[in-house]
């Protein structure tokens, strides 16, 4: 059973924001789908202005790539620089591993943590 | 029992190989800043180079060595005389810039077999150039967008491909920046046309269809298909990868394709060579010829009595260019396929098509109760089955591992994605009834170990010279080479 | 002839357990009108006849070893080939096994390619290399890819120097259509006798790649050091093109800085076959490994604690990544990377090292010779390794023409390339050509321009 913490807003494409810090990253039921990442990779910058769905890095694990996309549209203002240096600590702590900070960004459209599970047992099949 | 890498075996001043000394006064070498102080190969004797080779050869499962249903892959036996006709030394040691008067032999191999391929598959003509299946998929998506672009139909940048297509599908058509939309299968394993209908539109570039699919099924309604993307003004691809089914059985020309790549290392006996080289000539309808690579084999002057015609190089008109350096893979490609469409004939290939399907729906017959067949009916040259037994928790990849302890090399895996836990079985015409049962029986053991005896399935294989390997510490470390140059500075 | 081993007795049989009468009814799919065409093909030959035949058409050509004495490379060279690689490349374990899947069964192309990937380190100087591309030409175009992929296509130019080899030149040309990039300085009517750092000009901070040849198409050697360090000062990658034989002697690409080490691996071990298969090699620096295409082995354990390989990072790969791949590619040249690890094993150290002197030595003396000739000289004044470029008072193509009488393949026709070098021959000499045969070459041009 995945962690998925009360805390957090969810997108359907399993990235979670964090309304309090604006931060952003990918749910425990993301990496336990991917398996072991071995490789990620922030496509935006600094200053960038994103859109709700659009793509702001990418994930390979052994057997799998992902797309990450941004849960919530705004203005980036923070890369977590270290993480592509040690991406198996997305697999050991997702919530942790934080991939990017939106500034501005509005989390109404995004599931909270219930609607998120149900939508994640939903797929399990 | 592990064997050193060549680094670890090379001693200091050891010799292999030497050479004659120079018959030529000395001329000074550059200035030595533009010359390498050392350079770090093994220093190894012969026989220390082949019985290195040899332990290595012996860890290797083949076509040789026995059964290899590899779905998809065509991994029938190479038939012994291609190896010795691709070997001759007109073939060896001809050089590609040569005049084209001193290389008619090879010129008139390029031409036939450039006519028989057309003649096979119905196309008006066919290029050699493709290196193998991917490159001629790329070449003929290239022709694709070139003709939409030669008719000033600047929209079309939508690619369909059905959801069981390969890889290299929709990666050709993203290597030219196109969209790829994918279109569902229905519940027959066909494409759906509902599905299809929703999609075509002025954007649509084309459909890539593999024929018989992936699943191994023959599409029931491919006429349908077909004049839907035409009428759309969208062309249809052929991914050739499944054309073991269809010789003398049906040519994709008169479907109604436009383009399809062959692979002549699947389809016509190329041996795989553990992953290349392949050959993949792409076929094309009449109004895609103009947009063949460049050079094409032709015909510059036509015989005349007892003189045999002049072969030599010629440019489509509209040309999408060059694919590769040279004409193609010419000696280890297409002597060989030469070699095994002269012996098979129409009559031999229409039987190799015939005796693939024929054991393909034999081992289907046999595994049908045990195993599910998901899309069932009538298979062409391969099927696609679930790795799962009722009662356990085994899994296809678990099934895989425990058939090399049967000595079977295991089925594709995990592909196509739409079939849970896919084993797809491929077991080509050169494999005898024997085998077959063999390859059944196995499975039906295992399936009866799943449920009995599971952990025996689950960490296998337990005769093979390795055991499972760990891939995660492959890909994190990511030990690329056993050796590196000295004061090398990588973090410049 | 076939190659099905199944008797009408046991076709009966399986089509029983099938439950259907006859091998037609298993076709039933496909459309009636188009179902089983009759084939206009020559009759089946057996193996007795194919053989025959086949041998008479390879005897049709003339060739390099018996027939004719060949100056002829660019880009594709007459080497000696060892005898041990070939019988290695026999081995069924080998050729007919396919891409190493399995690795519980495949160990042996396995480590094969692992060395193969080391042994290019060696030679180009480099990190990393994959387990190859199809030939020089489609690797060069893999480094377009690979950079393009590296900027995240935020970089839309590539400059190509225009004495890399013309048909890499044409095959990047093919291969980058659909990507809308800028491609400066592919000219062949470009200033030929300027040094490598007219092209720095045309590097700007929109610039992915630059591709530059070692030695270049007209054999000719140069330091890239500085070059690079200007390119990199623009942020852009540099690709070399670099001929492997060449590698044993001449300071490598690597150690000049580059960051893609590109070529075609024909000269190691493999035979010239009309063209291909061949072999292209690709080294990069460990950073890019991730937007390399291509495969790729790595080391690692097995489940008893064994050392052993596997193909990883394939999650880059297109049956993964499909539309988002750097590159559709899914083989690579296999059994003919293992002849060049075969070829590079035996030869070694020492026999790469005189296999490079020997063609040094032997493409000087013909150069030495042939310029001594009154109206030929020698078109270019740097250090060239085993190709030069000649120009003659009289047409290449009449030239030729006389040398073929006296079976002797000249060198390749520049001016079809280029307009400025009409008359200008580009010859390749060597280990097998002995000097008697140079000097053979020397007296026919002299006769001809006498």
């Given amino acids: 059973m995945s962690n998925t913490p009360a805390s957090l807003k969810y997108a359907k494409t399993d990235e979670w924001f964090d309304p309090a810090t604006g931060k952003v990253g990918i749910s425990d039921y993301a990496q336990e789908q991917l398996s072991d990442i071995v490789f990620m990779e922030i496509t935006v910058s600094v200053g960038d202005e994103v859109q709700a769905g659009s793509q702001i890095a990418s994930v390979e694990s052994v057997k799998a790539a992902s797309e990450v996309n941004a849960p919530v549209s705004g203005r980036v203002v923070a890369v977590n620089e270290s993480l592509p240096n040690n991406p198996e600590a997305i697999n050991s702590d997702p919530y942790g591993s934080w991939f990017i900070q939106i500034e501005g960004g509005d989390p109404s459209g995004l599931l909270d943590a219930a609607d998120y599970e149900k939508h994640c047992q939903e797929r399990a099949h | ?273 553990g992953g290349g080289p392949g050959s993949g000539p792409v076929g094309v309808s009449a109004r895609l010829a103009d947009f063949l690579p460049a050079p094409q084999v032709g015909i510059l002057e036509p015989a005349e009595g007892d003189t045999p015609p002049l072969y030599g190089f010629v440019t489509p008109k509209h040309s999408i260019g060059r694919m590769k350096a040279f004409h193609g893979h010419f000696g280890g490609g297409l002597v060989r396929a030469y070699t095994y469409i002269a012996m098979h004939g129409a009559e031999g290939l229409r039987d190799v098509s015939q005796y693939a399907v024929l054991n393909a729906n034999y081992l289907a017959a046999r595994l049908r109760g045990t195993y599910k067949i998901p899309y069932d009916r009538v298979c062409m040259h391969e099927f696609v089955m679930e790795g799962r037994i009722e009662g356990s928790d085994v899994r296809a990849l678990d099934i895989s591992k425990r058939l090399m302890d049967y000595n079977f090399h295991p089925p594709t895996n995990y592909f196509p994605l739409i079939v849970h836990e896919a084993l797809m079985i491929e077991p080509t015409e050169t494999e005898n009834k024997d085998t077959l049962d063999r390859f059944a029986d196995a499975l039906l053991k295992i399936a009866e170990e799943a449920r009995t005896n599971p952990d025996v399935v689950k960490s296998a294989p337990h005769s093979t010279p390795f055991g499972r390997m760990d891939e995660v510490k492959a890909a994190r470390e990511l030990v690329l080479c056993c050796w590196l140059p000295e004061g090398y500075d990588s973090n410049r | ?300 354990v097995d489940s008893r604690g064994q050392r052993g390989y596997v193909l990883t990072l394939t999650a880059r790969e297109q049956h993964i990544k499909r539309e988002k791949a750097t590159s559709n590619i899914c083989t690579n040249q296999g059994l003919l990377a293992l002849a060049s690890a075969v070829y590079l094993a035996v030869v070694g150290k020492s026999g790469l090292r005189q296999v490079a002197n020997l063609c040094y030595q032997k493409a000087h003396y013909a150069a030495a010779e042939l310029s001594k000739i009154p109206g030929v000289g020698l078109c270019f004044s740097q250090p060239f390794f085993h190709e030069f470029a000649v120009c003659f008072p009289k047409p290449v193509s009449e030239i030729n023409e006389h040398l073929l009488e006296h079976g002797i393949l000249g060198g390749y026709d520049l001016g079809q390339d280029y307009p400025a070098l009409t008359d200008h021959a580009l010859i390749a000499v060597t280990e097998m050509n002995t000097r008697d045969e140079i000097d053979t070459l020397v007296e026919v041009v002299k006769e001809v321009l006498s």
Avoid at chain 3, 4 to 22: C, F, H, N, Y
Avoid at chain 3, 204 to 215: C, E, S
């Fill in chain 2, 1 to 273: 029992m592990t064997e050193p890498t060549l680094f670890e075996l090379s001693s200091p001043g050891r010799t292999g190989v030497t050479f004659p000394e120079a018959d030529v006064p000395r001329f000074e070498l550059p200035d030595s800043s533009l010359l390498r102080d050392d350079l770090p190969l093994p220093e190894l004797a012969e026989v220390d180079v082949v019985r290195h080779y040899m332990a290595l050869s012996r860890y290797n499962y083949s076509v040789d060595g026995g059964f290899y249903p590899l779905g998809s892959c065509t991994m029938k036996y190479n038939p012994k005389i291609n190896e010795d006709t691709c070997r001759l030394p007109g073939f060896l040691y001809t050089h590609p810039l040569q005049p084209i008067e001193t290389v008619q032999g090879n010129l008139m191999l390029m031409y036939q077999l450039q006519e028989w391929l057309k003649e096979i598959s119905g196309f008006a003509a066919v290029t050699l150039q493709p290196a193998a299946g991917a490159h001629g998929e790329f070449t003929g998506v290239l022709m694709m967008r070139a003709y939409h672009k030669a008719r000033g139909d600047h929209r079309r940048v939508k690619m369909l491909v059905p959801d069981s297509a390969h890889g290299t599908n929709p990666a050709s058509a993203g290597m030219l920046g196109m969209t790829v939309k994918v279109i569902p299968s229905d519940a027959r394993g066909n494409v759906d046309l509902e599905a299809l209908k929703a999609e075509c539109d002025d954007t649509v570039v084309g459909l890539m269809l593999t024929n018989p699919n992936t699943l191994g099924l023959f599409d029931e309604h491919i006429q349908e298909v077909v004049r839907l993307i035409h009428e759309c003004g969208g062309l249809m691809y052929g991914d050739g990868a499944n054309l073991n089914a269809l010789l003398g059985i049906v040519r994709p020309g008169d479907l109604g394709f436009d383009v399809m790549h062959f692979n002549l290392h699947k389809t016509f006996s190329v041996p795989h060579g």
């Fill in chain 3, 1 to 300: 002839m076939t190659y099905i081993p199944i008797s009408p007795q046991e076709r009966d049989a399986m089509l029983k357990t099938i439950g259907v009468e006859s091998l037609d009814a298993l076709f039933e799919a496909v459309p009636s009108e188009y179902r089983f065409p009759k084939l206009n093909l020559p009759p089946a030959l057996t193996e007795m006849e194919a053989s025959t035949l086949l041998a008479e058409i390879a005897a049709s050509n003339e060739n390099v070893r018996g027939d004719l004495i060949s100056f002829l490379g660019a880009g594709m060279y007459n080497h000696y080939i060892p005898a041990v690689v070939d019988h290695i490349l026999r081995r069924g374990e080998f050729y007919t096994a396919y891409t190493p899947y399995q690795p519980e069964i495949s160990q042996g192309t396995l480590q094969a390619i692992f060395e193969y990937q080391s042994l290019m380190t060696a030679l180009t100087g480099m990190e990393l290399s994959n387990a190859s591309h199809y030939d020089g030409a489609t690797a060069a175009a893999e480094a377009v890819n690979m950079a393009f992929a590296v900027f995240r296509g935020k970089r839309r130019k590539v400059v190509i120097s225009p004495t890399v080899h013309p048909q890499y030149r044409a095959v990047i040309r093919t291969y980058t259509q659909g990507m809308e990039l800028e491609l400066a300085g592919d000219d062949p009517t470009a200033d030929l006798q300027a040094s490598p750092e007219a092209l720095t000009p045309l590097i700007d901070v929109n610039t992915a790649l630059v591709i530059v040849q070692y030695p270049d198409f007209f054999g000719r050697i140069f330091d890239y050091t500085r070059f690079i360090e200007a390119a990199h000062a623009q942020g852009a990658l540099v690709c070399v093109v670099a001929n492997p034989i060449a590698l044993a002697l001449l300071k490598t690409p690597g150690a000049m800085g580059a960051d893609i080490v590109v070529g075609e691996g024909q000269p190691l071990g493999i035979p010239m076959w009309y063209g291909g298969p061949s072999l292209g090699f690709f080294t990069t620096r460990k950073q890019y490994v991730h937007k390399m295409a291509g495969r790729l082995v790595g080391e690692t």
